[in-house]
């Protein structure tokens, strides 16, 4: 049995200070931070502009920030990082549970699991004691070692991981590199419409994709 099918040392009917304690952590209970951008878009500018039947130069400063806008878009609509990414998941408390459930999709590499004390000290886990599970997110502890400890009265807990599918582009996910350039197209065609919400609106058939492809667990 791994370590992603076990209950966790709390147990799952366990009580923790009048609360029930779960197997796991969820992605919902961190708070995210971002520490570094991806170092480039999913979609290459010629490639967006020959799907939307772009032919002048003039626009490509604005067809780059359409790209990059819509990146953030499915990525906020999905729940997953597209391109490797940067990001922290703080939680004010100690967790209980032997597995996290990170969001943002995919994890390509854990940096460092810490622990912060009211000093500003800090304690790291030793990456030999946790093993990840990449394509669902998730870190467990192996055998009976615990988390690191911390007393700070809140971000006392911190996970640095970079999410993504990979540091290419051609490793972004055929769907979503259509997606993009999808709403690439659309915003550039309607980028003089009269209302905002005319030019930010995402299409129906674009929408059903983007929620074909949400993480389930956020």
């Not at 971000?155 to 999808?182: I, L, N, R």
């Not at 659309?186 to 058939?205: D, G, I």
Request: glycine fraction near 6%; charged fraction near 20%.
């Amino acid at each position: 049995m791994g370590i992603f099918d076990q209950i966790g040392s709390c147990g799952r009917n366990a009580t923790l200070t009048g609360y029930v304690v779960k197997p796991f952590v969820e992605a919902w209970q961190f708070n995210y931070e971002l520490v570094e951008s991806p170092a480039i878009e999913p979609v290459t500018l010629a490639e967006a502009k020959l799907f939307a039947r772009i032919d002048v130069n003039d626009d490509d400063d604005l067809v780059n920030s359409l790209i990059t806008a819509a990146r953030k878009t499915v990525e906020d609509l999905t729940g997953r990082a597209l391109i490797n990414q940067t990001w922290t998941a703080w939680l004010d408390n100690l967790p209980c549970s032997r597995i996290l459930n990170l969001g943002k999709g995919r994890i390509d590499s854990v940096t460092s699991i810490k622990a912060y004390a009211e000093d500003g000290s800090t304690e790291t886990l030793d990456s030999s004691y946790y093993e990840i599970d990449n394509d669902s997110a998730r870190i467990g502890l192996l055998g009976s070692v615990v988390w690191p400890i911390g007393t700070r009265g809140f971000m006392t807990f911190a996970v640095e991981y970079v999410a993504g599918y990979g540091s290419a582009t051609t490793d972004a996910p055929d769907w979503a590199k259509t997606v993009v350039k999808q709403l690439v197209s659309h915003w550039y065609e309607y980028r003089e419409a009269s209302t905002a919400e005319s030019q930010n609106q995402v299409p129906m058939s674009t929408r059903m994709i983007l929620e074909s492809n949400k993480v389930s667990r956020t």
